[in-house]
């Protein structure tokens, strides 16, 4: 009698892992569906991107096609918005838009399918760059270029010796984190200036180097025609917010 009661209650203990087993399966199989329904990206909803420049240049107007219904949210690649609603037809005009570069990331979002688009500005449209300074940066620091969510990207520079007499070395490593273009690091992107107003040489190796997204890269930067004085090195594209400078004791 016992061992028949064992037996049976053996026999509902694998019954109940058995159930157990299956309903995590399930809710995994769920789950997984759910997360790869959310995260399916579709460029079809979003198509016909037309970007154009006021008369004035001081601002642009986007037009695009989507669904009805569909959310969508426009913002330069500095992470400032500079449109958000939802479409009430398949088409959508936007005037008077100011981005601080000269990309936006247009993203449109219907029924968890997801597009997004980089587009570039005609030359055309004037940026409006702000008079205020950014404070230098020192050697052996890092800056970090944040938007208005993260790091963009980082910069760290640090000085390094050289055999040759008016001439400074400076070493630079970029990690692009989550600019949406790639960081120039071109010679013509640089400029040096020191406390005599001396006309500064600068050489960037490699020429021509640029980081890509979620990538790190190191250049070096050769400064002739300087020798112990104070000096600071500016990097500017137009597609910053502003300068970025370091401090070169």
């Not at 995994?28 to 979003?46: F, G, H, P, Q, V």
């Not at 989507?66 to 400032?80: C, F, K, L, Q, R």
């Amino acid at each position: 009698m016992n061992s028949k009661h064992l037996t049976k209650r053996n026999k509902l203990g694998t019954l109940s892992i058995f159930l157990l087993i299956s309903i995590v399966f399930i809710f995994l199989s769920i789950s997984l569906k759910e997360r790869a329904i959310s995260n399916t990206n579709d460029d079809s909803l979003l198509s016909n991107v037309i970007v154009q420049t006021s008369t004035t240049g001081s601002n642009i107007s986007v037009k695009f096609k989507s669904v009805a219904g569909s959310t969508y949210t426009i913002s330069d690649i500095n992470e400032h918005q500079l449109a958000q609603g939802k479409l009430s037809s398949n088409r959508l005009v936007l005037n008077n838009l100011q981005p601080t570069s000269y990309w936006i990331v247009i993203k449109v979002i219907k029924n968890n399918i997801r597009a997004k688009k980089l587009i570039s500005i005609p030359k055309s449209y004037v940026l409006a760059r702000s008079s205020i300074t950014r404070k230098p940066t020192l050697m052996g620091t890092t800056f970090r270029y944040v938007g208005t969510q993260h790091t963009l990207f980082s910069m760290y520079a640090k000085q390094s010796h050289s055999a040759k007499r008016g001439e400074r070395i400076v070493l630079l490593t970029v990690q692009n984190n989550d600019y949406r273009i790639p960081v120039d690091l071109s010679a013509h992107n640089f400029s040096v200036s020191n406390v005599h107003g001396a006309k500064v040489k600068l050489v960037a190796q490699p020429a021509d180097c640029k980081v890509l997204r979620g990538k790190k890269r190191k250049v070096v930067l050769l400064l002739s025609g300087i020798d112990n004085d104070r000096a600071v090195i500016t990097y500017d594209t137009p597609n910053l917010t502003l300068p970025i400078s370091f401090i070169l004791d």
